[in-house]
T-cell receptor, first 111, second 114 residues
Framework: GNSVTQMEGPVTLSEEAFLTINCTYT??????LFWYVQYPGEGLQLLLK?????DKGSNKGFEATYRKETTSFHLEKGSVQVSDSAVYFC??????????FGTGTSLTVIP | DARVTQTPRHKVTEMGQEVTMRCQPI?????VFWYRQTMMQGLELLAY????????DSGMPKDRFSAEMPDATLATLKIQPSEPRDSAVYFC????????????FGPGTRLTVT
């Protein structure tokens, strides 16, 4: 079956610290992988995506590389800002375009 | 900038009342998803439509919930009768037909059942 497991939160970092949020997946076939971000009181927004193995998605300083050998899609950012405080969801999409979301990881960045 | 719209944004109702939530997917998208988000359960898929046909509603309590797409520009989620445990944020999302494309989420309807 299809599923996503992501790092438990909450995560608290100081501004300018390095961020890693781990995500691993189980899937049949060749899924596409996504990171979504949810700011307080809002819906989920796409942060980045990768559609095939070894692709790197990037946006707003965030990066994630689709690693088929380790079935992972870890989210990284070199220097976080207070404005990055949000909940981050890893997701995969497989045949039929149904999405499978992780449980979300809450990030708080303190000045 | 195309967006998914949802109405109402907030709804407070009493237990036993009917609640209807509406969603307008992005024009040209043929998949529509309803999710429910709570602190305890996280994000749960309730129902999934493609080309207006329901493909998966296994996540939805059948006795009180119903989801429909009367036309390509409107999706509805109804709860009758509502219960306090239905209090949550309900999101609609839409997506294009191709695999590999992202879902676009609406802003959500925050439902409180007292």
């Amino acid at each position: 079956g299809n599923s996503v497991t992501q790092m438990e939160g909450p995560v608290t970092l100081s501004e300018e610290a390095f961020l890693t949020i781990n995500c691993t997946y189980t899937a049949t076939g060749y899924p596409s992988l996504f990171w979504y971000v949810q700011y307080p009181g809002e819906g989920l927004q796409l942060l980045l995506k990768a559609t095939k193995a070894d692709d790197k998605g990037s946006n707003k300083g965030f990066e994630a590389t689709y690693r088929k050998e380790t079935t992972s899609f870890h989210l990284e950012k070199g220097s976080v800002q207070v404005s990055d405080s949000a909940v981050y969801f890893c997701a995969l999409s497989n045949t039929g375009n149904q999405f499978y979301f992780g449980t979300g990881t809450s990030l708080t960045v303190i000045p | 900038d195309a967006r998914v719209t949802q109405t109402p944004r907030h709804k407070v109702t009493e237990m036993g009342q009917e609640v209807t939530m509406r969603c307008q997917p992005i024009l040209g998208h043929n998949t529509v998803f309803w999710y429910r988000q709570t602190m305890m359960q996280g994000l749960e898929l309730l129902a999934y439509f493609r080309n207006r046909a329901p493909l998966d509603d296994s996540g939805m309590p059948k006795d009180r919930f119903s989801a429909e797409m009367p036309d390509a520009t409107l999706a509805t989620l109804k709860i009758q009768p509502s219960e306090p445990r239905d209090s949550a944020v309900y999101f609609c999302a839409s997506g294009p037909p191709n695999v590999g494309y992202e879902q676009y989420f609406g802003p959500g309807t925050r439902l409180t059942v007292t």
